[in-house]
Nanobody, 123 residues
Framework: VQLQASGGGLVQTGGSLRLSCTASGRAPISYSVGWFRQAPGKEREFVAAITKSGRMTDYTNSVKGRFTISRGNAKSTVILRMNSLKPEDTAIYYC?????????????????WGQGTQVTVSS
């Protein structure tokens, strides 16, 4: 599975962005999917995840209430809606897919990774 993250950009504090994770050929993403981010000089960290069915989601505490992960209607895309963005959200955002249909905050759980998309939030 080849994944592609897109939708990043430059926004002001309080702004919103919509990130998309799409599989190659727009194939259905029949896996659980996670979003991770890596800020300059920091370790990559978990942001959010969703199961294959979309019934279960998980978020890191710092984004709860601001970010929403969901599956697109066509099942070929996983969306991360980011509202009330803060400068500390600035990072490269990556999506990843796991064969086993469970949620994990650990990078080791995920089998496939896409190239990242840059999110920059100006103060």
């Amino acid at each position: 599975v080849q994944l592609q993250a897109s939708g990043g950009g430059l926004v002001q504090t309080g702004g919103s962005l919509r990130l998309s994770c799409t599989a190659s050929g727009r194939a259905p993403i029949s896996y659980s999917v996670g979003w991770f981010r890596q800020a300059p000089g920091k370790e990559r960290e978990f942001v959010a995840a969703i199961t294959k069915s979309g019934r279960m989601t998980d978020y890191t505490n710092s984004v709860k209430g601001r970010f929403t992960i969901s599956r697109g209607n066509a099942k070929s895309t996983v969306i991360l809606r980011m509202n009330s963005l803060k400068p500390e959200d600035t990072a490269i955002y990556y999506c990843a897919a796991a064969v086993r249909d469970m949620i994990s905050q650990s990078e080791l759980w995920y089998n496939y990774w896409g190239q990242g998309t840059q999110v920059t939030v100006s103060s």
